[in-house]
Antibody
Framework: QLQLQESGPGLVKPWETLSLTCTVS??????????WGWIRQPPGKGLEWIGTIHYSGSTYYNPSFKSRVTISVDTSKNQFSLKLNSVTAADTALYYCARAAADIAVAELTYYFDYWGQGTLVTVSS | SYVLTQPPSVSVAPGQTARITCGGNNIGRKSVHWYQQKPGQAPVLVVYDDGDRPSGIPERFSGSNSGNTATLTISRVEPGDEADYYCQVWDRSSEQYVFGTGTQVTVL
């Protein structure tokens, strides 16, 4: 059974860099047909996609974050990571890592998140 | 960017049918995926590709998609179905994953 586990500091100071790692077990990140992504959820609010990465290094980013975000993958450790620069209180959220499965439906490529980590709360505060 | 709109809340009595809508411009041309999120838990995929169910998801969960509206239908609602539900699409034109605004389902 595939499992994903987020790790990283739970408290980050304003204007510093938020860094999280997702460790994948029970499967490999180095597999075609899947991307690996980060999604966040501010307290009491909805889901917001941050970005996704393929093991080849190909990335998609939410334009809302594009200037501040970097997602990378370490196939030797079976991990992928998120860095978000210049954080503010608005970046306080529950951060999830997830696997995005690629599929062809309605004659078009689509992606959905089929496995999720449990989430980790990151608070931005001095 | 592409926008998905859901009603904030839906209430349903046990045993009845809950229908949760997800509105988007020509959403019928896209594949829609649905997630269930119970309090304090990570989201769980309940329907993908408009109407397919992952292994382990009850047949009570079904989906449809046409025109400007996709719908998640929960038949014979149980108290354990009380949760937030989110729709999601992959927008090819902008290369973005888009989530709906979310719907809180309350079982009366």
């Amino acid at each position: 059974q595939l499992q994903l586990q987020e790790s990283g500091p739970g408290l980050v100071k304003p204007w510093e860099t938020l860094s999280l790692t997702c460790t994948v077990s029970g499967g490999s990140v180095s597999i075609n047909g899947y991307y690996w992504g980060w999604i966040r959820q501010p307290p009491g609010k909805g889901l917001e996609w941050i970005g996704t990465i393929h093991y080849s290094g190909s990335t998609y980013y939410n334009p809302s974050f594009k200037s501040r975000v970097t997602i990378s993958v370490d196939t030797s450790k079976n991990q992928f990571s998120l860095k978000l620069n210049s954080v503010t209180a608005a970046d306080t959220a529950l951060y999830y890592c997830a696997r995005a499965a690629a599929d062809i439906a309605v004659a078009e490529l689509t992606y959905y998140f089929d496995y999720w980590g449990q989430g980790t709360l990151v608070t931005v505060s001095s | 960017s592409y926008v998905l709109t859901q009603p904030p809340s839906v209430s349903v009595a046990p045993g009845q049918t809950a229908r949760i809508t997800c509105g988007g411009n020509n959403i019928g041309r896209k594949s829609v995926h649905w997630y269930q999120q119970k309090p304090g838990q990570a989201p769980v995929l309940v329907v993908y590709d408009d109407g397919d169910r992952p292994s382990g998801i009850p047949e009570r969960f079904s989906g449809s998609n046409s025109g400007n509206t996709a719908t998640l239908t929960i038949s014979r609602v149980e108290p354990g179905d009380e949760a937030d539900y989110y729709c999601q699409v992959w927008d090819r034109s902008s290369e973005q994953y888009v989530f709906g605004t979310g719907t809180q389902v309350t079982v009366l």
